[in-house]
C-alpha cells in the first residue's frame, strides 16, 4: 500500500502562490488516478484537482484557472501549483491516491490565507 506525504503548505496573504508536494512511497507511474482534497473547518472535504496515470486532469471550478496539478513519475511526486490564492482557499490539503480499487490519503498541510 503506498503511502503518501505532503509538504508545502504555509501562511500566505490573497494573491499569493504555494506549491504543494506529495510525495509517493513507491512509484506512481501505474496508479490509476492521484490528486487533492481539501476540507476547510466544519465543511466537506472536497475534490481540488486530480490527475490520472495517463495525465488527464480535472479541477474544481473554484480552483480552475489558478491551481494547476502535475505529476513526476521519476520523482514520485505529484504537485499542486497554487496562484492567485484567496482566504476561501484556507484548508487543510490532502494527497489521495486509488489504484485497483484501493484508496489512501496523505496526511494533511495546512494552507491558510490572509486577508
Known amino acids: 500500500q503506498v503511502q503518501l506525504v505532503e509538504s508545502g503548505g504555509g501562511l500566505v496573504q490573497a494573491g499569493g502562490s504555494l506549491r504543494l508536494s506529495c510525495k509517493a512511497s513507491?512509484?506512481?507511474?501505474?496508479?490509476?488516478?492521484m490528486g487533492w482534497y481539501r476540507q476547510a473547518p466544519g465543511k466537506q472535504r472536497d475534490m481540488v484537482a486530480t490527475i490520472t496515470s495517463a495525465g488527464r486532469t480535472n479541477y474544481a471550478d473554484s480552483v480552475k484557472g489558478r491551481f494547476t496539478i502535475s505529476r513526476d513519475n521519476a520523482k514520485n511526486t505529484v504537485s499542486l501549483q497554487m496562484n492567485s490564492l484567496r482566504p476561501e482557499d484556507t484548508a487543510v490539503y490532502y494527497c489521495w491516491s486509488i489504484q485497483g480499487g484501493f484508496g489512501t490519503w496523505g496526511q494533511g498541510t495546512q494552507v491558510t490565507v490572509s486577508s
Open positions: 513507491r512509484s506512481i507511474a501505474n496508479i490509476n488516478s
